[in-house]
């Protein structure tokens, strides 16, 4: 499983580097970042697009015919329409999430920012990221990125992975604890 894993994050990893050097290079890293968001927030308002970016059932043709016509609607265009279309074309398209995760880390070594994975119970309002991504600022030293993620699981409070360090505040966490040390005294 490790090896797989490997695997993935590595060709993520080169669709990503290729991306980032040929927009540094196209003076189009604000706008591929911002085509990436738009392509992000469609698949992630989009059952029938994920199923199409990780189902083996459609064809190579069919996910380039219909990634091409959702991009066109969506008007991502440029590099990184014609990026997407070539992931699309090499039967890719379930990267498509790594990549961007990986764009974004390589965006932010490149501007001297730290990205934080923040998982939630519901959605940070803009008043809390601000006042997260201060408080990460005054531990790290650097300015903070968020990627934000949502598991109602969770309950509440949070979880932030920042480099490799890992914060659980998560109400779920605590109530396992809890729940484990109510068995040792019982």
């Not at 996910?63 to 590099?79: C, E, M, R, T, Y």
Request: glycine share 8%; hydrophobic share 45%.
């Amino acid at each position: 499983m490790a090896d797989h894993e490997n695997t993935d994050s590595g060709i993520a990893g080169r669709y990503a580097a290729s991306l980032f050097e040929l927009s540094l290079d196209g003076g189009a890293i604000e706008s591929s970042e911002s085509e990436l968001k738009k392509f992000e927030d469609l698949v992630d308002g989009s059952e029938d697009l994920q199923r199409l970016m990780r189902s083996p059932v459609f064809s190579a043709e069919q996910q380039l015919n219909s990634i091409d016509a959702i991009l066109k609607k969506a008007k991502i265009g440029g590099l990184v329409g014609n990026f997407i279309r070539v992931v699309a074309r090499n039967r890719r398209l379930f990267f498509m999430p790594a990549i961007t995760k990986e764009f974004r880390r390589l965006l932010a070594v490149h501007r001297g920012e730290q990205t934080a994975d923040v998982t939630v119970a519901s959605a940070l309002s803009a008043a809390q990221q601000k006042e997260l991504k201060a408080a990460l600022k005054s531990v790290v030293g650097k300015d903070v990125v968020i990627n934000q993620a949502v598991d109602p699981s969770l309950l509440g409070g949070m979880i932030v992975k920042i480099g490799s360090r890992q914060i659980d505040t998560s109400l779920r966490t605590k109530l396992s604890t809890l729940k484990l040390a109510l068995k040792e005294v019982g």
